[in-house]
């Protein structure tokens, strides 16, 4: 099955810019969604193919992916931006499968 | 307004049953591809099921043969049937709506969770 290999954590000061990464075999080849997760709350999507955001997320939220490594970028970091963040892909070599990454605590110092 | 809520979650023993249900409200269950994600306590995302528009269904290894995913398309409510329970099926239960099929698909949005504990 195809794994997906996060950072467990990721520290940065307000206003600075954040990267997390996502591992995984020719992840470049598959489309690459983000989900950001608050404690006692959903995940919401913040994220979809590689790089788009869905209407109501920031610019500062932007996503790449190439090769083996996807990334999603928060700029000017901000205390509310807080929270752990999901990589997921969808491997349809493994009988439909969602798969997501293990997660990301981001920590605004 | 796209919404999903979900119910039915509890304290059940090993090897219980129970039924978790996901009302939605803002689209049609049935025109779209389904999903439910669970998440242990302290733990991260795990993918459990997806049921197709045209009704096919496909499971997590961890839980094949004992969760079945169905819809009520008149109650536009999307189902999971959870048999022969253990303890590492404890989690908050989410649904959620898959989008992007033909792109890579995505979860959006999500429901609020429901909490299954299997415990004696």
């Known amino acids: 099955s195809y794994v997906l290999t996060q950072p467990p954590s990721v520290s940065v000061a307000p206003g600075k810019t954040a990267r997390i990464t996502c591992g995984g075999n020719?992840?470049?080849?598959?489309?690459v969604h983000w989900y950001q997760q608050k404690p006692g709350q959903a995940p919401v999507l913040v994220i979809y193919y590689d790089s788009d955001r869905p209407s109501g997320i920031p610019e500062r939220f932007s996503g790449s992916n190439s090769g083996n490594t996807a990334t999603l970028t928060i700029s000017r970091v901000e205390a509310g931006d807080e929270a752990d963040y999901y990589c997921?892909?969808?491997?349809?070599?493994?009988?439909?499968?969602?798969?997501f990454g293990g997660g990301t605590k981001l920590t605004v110092l | 307004e796209v919404q999903l809520v979900e119910s039915g979650g509890g304290l059940v023993q090993p090897g219980g049953s129970l039924r978790l249900s996901c009302a939605a409200s803002g689209f049609t269950v049935s025109s779209n591809y389904m999903s439910w994600v669970r998440q242990a306590p302290g733990k991260g995302l795990e993918w459990v099921s997806v049921?197709?528009?045209?009704?096919?269904?496909y499971y997590a290894d961890s839980v094949k043969g004992r969760f079945t995913i169905s819809r009520d398309n008149s109650k536009n409510t999307l189902y999971l049937q959870m048999n022969s329970l253990r303890a590492e099926d404890t989690a908050v239960y989410y649904c959620a709506r898959v989008r992007g099929v033909a792109l890579g698909w995505w979860f959006d949005p999500w429901g609020q969770g429901t909490l299954v504990t299997v415990s004696s």
């Open positions: 997921q892909v969808w491997d349809s070599s493994s009988d439909q499968a969602g798969v």
């Open positions: 020719n992840i470049g080849s598959k489309s």
């Open positions: 049921i197709y528009s045209g009704g096919s269904t």
